[in-house]
């Protein structure tokens, strides 16, 4: 079976006749088909029409790209203008920050000299209460010690002195007051 093989193998191929229809065969059909439908599109101007469709898809993808383009240049000043005021923020919280300690300074500074003053003018109160209760002390001393002077003088001029020597003192008294 396999010399008949070989045989079939060698032997060359039937040559077929390829069919034609009025002078063509299939592939000038076909070649002929499509020139008469690319006649039949230039005919109807349909490579207008299929220009105009391009055209205005390629006007419409311009229209987007420079609609896009002015977005991103719209977020990017966006984005500018952003961390500018960020900086700017910044700034201004040290800025903040900085004057609130510098017034935070002065008002410790303010309570300090409050402080004092407060603590000087109540020490000089107390002083003040203190001489004065002092000056009190002093006149209720005296008075004290006139009463008791004027009674133990008193006592002793009772004691000492008797009708005539009394006598004697008023008349040298009026004597005085006379001589005046």
């Known amino acids: 079976m396999s010399s008949?093989?070989?045989?079939?193998?060698?032997?060359?191929?039937?040559?077929?006749?390829?069919?034609t229809a009025f002078w063509l065969n299939p592939g000038g059909?076909?070649?002929?088909?499509?020139?008469?439908?690319?006649?039949?599109?230039?005919?109807?101007?349909?490579?207008?029409?299929i220009g105009k469709a391009l055209d205005s898809k390629i006007a419409l993808i311009r229209d987007q790209l420079a609609e896009a383009e002015s977005l991103r240049k719209e977020a990017e000043a966006l984005k500018a203008e952003y961390e500018a005021k960020s900086k700017s923020a910044e700034k201004?919280?040290?800025?903040?920050?900085e004057r609130a300690h510098h017034e935070a300074g002065e008002i410790v500074a303010k309570a300090r000299t409050d402080a004092e003053a407060?603590?000087?003018?109540?020490?000089?109160?107390?002083e003040d209460k203190i001489a004065?209760?002092?000056?009190?002390a002093v006149e209720q001393l005296r008075s004290?010690?006139?009463?008791?002077?004027a009674k133990a003088a008193?006592?002793?001029?009772?004691?000492?002195?008797?009708?005539?020597?009394?006598?004697?003192?008023v008349d040298l008294a009026i004597k005085e007051f006379a001589g005046r």
């Open 118 to 126: 407060l603590i000087e003018r109540r020490t000089r109160m107390a």
């Open 144 to 149: 004290v010690a006139a009463d008791a002077a």
């Open 29 to 49: 059909w076909v070649a002929l088909a499509v020139l008469i439908v690319f006649a039949l599109l230039a005919w109807k101007k349909v490579h207008h029409a």
């Open 4 to 19: 008949l093989l070989m045989i079939a193998a060698a032997a060359p191929a039937p040559q077929s006749a390829e069919p």
């Open 92 to 97: 201004d919280r040290e800025a903040l920050l």
């Open 154 to 169: 008193a006592k002793i001029i009772a004691e000492r002195h008797d009708a005539s020597s009394d006598a004697k003192l």
């Open 132 to 136: 004065a209760e002092e000056r009190s």
